[in-house]
């Protein structure tokens, strides 16, 4: 179960989900195909599973406000996105945003601790962070001049203390 879960990891973080067969995966763990479909229940449900332990990388890779404008860290919430898109069209429900996108989560915790925003104005700002990606995930795709996630960032981040309240 382990070789397919790391095959289909691997193949997720360079691939979209849409572009990988159970074929790829099982020949990457150099087992029978049929075991997913026996151990996982199919591909949609072992991709589940990568999505669960893809979230434990994404929270410690967002330790730190400033670590997740890396463009690494963004790379890696991108492809975290696609994934949980992908599993929701593919018949996957999460039971809270937090599950689905487990950035968010993190994002707000992290304005909260690391930028001292009260925790309503931390739930409103990781949204609005977290609508941008969202976004470009799905749109940057088909549009040929869209604005980069890091440009849209950079420029959110210039304008959100403006409209941030004062510290009390």
């Not at 195909?33 to 967002?62: D, M, P």
């Amino acid at each position: 179960m382990e070789l397919l879960i790391n095959a289909a990891f691997e193949l997720v973080r360079v691939h979209s989900p849409d572009d990988i067969s159970i074929r790829q995966i099982a020949s990457l763990a150099k087992v029978h195909h049929r075991f997913i479909a026996e151990w996982f229940g199919g591909k949609a449900q072992l991709l589940l599973i990568v999505h669960s332990r893809n979230a434990e990388t994404i929270l410690g890779l967002t330790s730190t406000v400033n670590s997740m404008k890396t463009p690494q860290v963004i790379l890696v919430i991108t492809q975290q996105i696609q994934l949980s898109l992908w599993l929701m069209r593919n018949g996957i429900e999460f039971p809270d945003l937090g599950s689905a996108f487990p950035s968010l989560p993190a994002a707000i915790h992290n304005l909260e601790v690391n930028r001292g925003i009260p925790p309503n104005d931390a739930r409103i700002i990781g949204s609005i962070y977290g609508a941008i990606l969202l976004s470009n995930v799905i749109v940057n795709p088909f549009i040929k001049d869209a604005p980069t996630t890091d440009e849209l960032f950079e420029y959110v981040s210039k304008i959100i203390p403006q409209v941030l309240p004062k510290k009390r």
